[in-house]
């Protein structure tokens, strides 16, 4: 079960061609600016909610194993990376000072209080989490496509994420055999995952990449509204709706025959819904 923590191993910022970007073609594009900065933020940010699980999981040393040594290694590579990116296309940018402004409301969120109830539920969370990744990077390199190193670096950070994703769900099943929560309380626990990913780390790091980029209009929400809203738009049209159903139906844990009956209308109302 090393598989992602090999994935990740076998590439790093001497693997990222960044001398091969054309700077002119995509310095003004405003979109990648923010999406590949409010992402670099965010995986920057990642030890912090590390050690949280670390306690809340002491004692399971596997899983603390896991989180120690290889998951928390993937995550700030994807940071470094993605702040490489950043400093290479945007040099202009004072990332420094917007990742100290982003932590510093990050950090008052992510505490032990938002933890599910239990171990168990709170490995359904990380894999809600880790979809919620492994789609945004699908969608973000699908978006950057004229743009092959961004595109390739989200490509790879995506493996990764679907890795994290297939071990959350090992250790959730693990906890199930032990102490069975119920489909009910699993689906309370998605959706609540669902409705705070709609409203939580992404768009604090977006806002503060946003007034250090544009401090004149640091005052007017009503103007980052409309860029997160113009972005959340862009981002739709590449989303990957069948992939994100999948991986959130596996969770429930349906009988085959079930789970394929509700897929289809799980994608149809998702796609209605992302219009």
């Not at 992602?4 to 073609?25: F, V």
Request: glycine content about 6%; charged content about 25%.
């Amino acid at each position: 079960m090393q598989k992602s923590a090999n994935t990740a191993a076998a590439w790093g910022l001497d693997r990222i061609p960044l001398e091969s970007i054309e700077l002119q073609r995509v310095h003004g594009r405003e979109d990648l600016f923010y999406l590949a900065t409010a992402a670099s933020f965010i995986e920057s940010g990642s030890d912090l909610y590390t050690r949280n699980l670390i306690h809340y999981c002491a004692g399971e040393t596997e899983l603390v194993d896991w989180l120690q040594n290889h998951w928390e290694k993937e995550e700030m590579q994807h940071g470094r990376a993605l702040h490489a990116y950043a400093r290479h296309v945007w040099p202009e940018f004072d990332w420094e000072r917007a990742y100290a402004a982003f932590f510093e409301d990050y950090s008052h969120q992510c505490t032990l209080d938002e933890f599910e109830p239990t171990p168990g539920l709170e490995m359904v969370a990380r894999c809600v989490i880790e979809t919620g990744t492994a789609t945004f990077y699908q969608a973000l390199a699908e978006q950057a496509v004229e743009e092959p190193v961004l595109a390739g670096l989200t490509s790879r950070i995506r493996a990764d994420e679907i890795g994290h994703y297939k071990h959350f769900y090992r250790y959730f099943r693990q906890y199930r055999a032990g102490q069975p929560p119920g489909r009910l309380r699993v689906l309370a626990a998605v959706g609540r995952r669902v409705l705070e990913a709609r409203r939580g780390d992404a768009e604090c790091a977006l806002w503060h990449a946003f007034t250090v980029r544009q401090p004149d209009a640091a005052a007017n929400k009503t103007a980052f509204h409309t860029l997160n809203a113009r972005l959340g738009q862009q981002l739709k049209h590449h989303y990957p709706v069948t992939m994100a159903v999948k991986m959130l139906l596996k969770l429930l844990d349906l009988p085959t025959g079930l789970s394929r009956v509700v897929q289809g209308p799980l994608v149809r109302a998702t796609r209605w819904a992302l219009r």
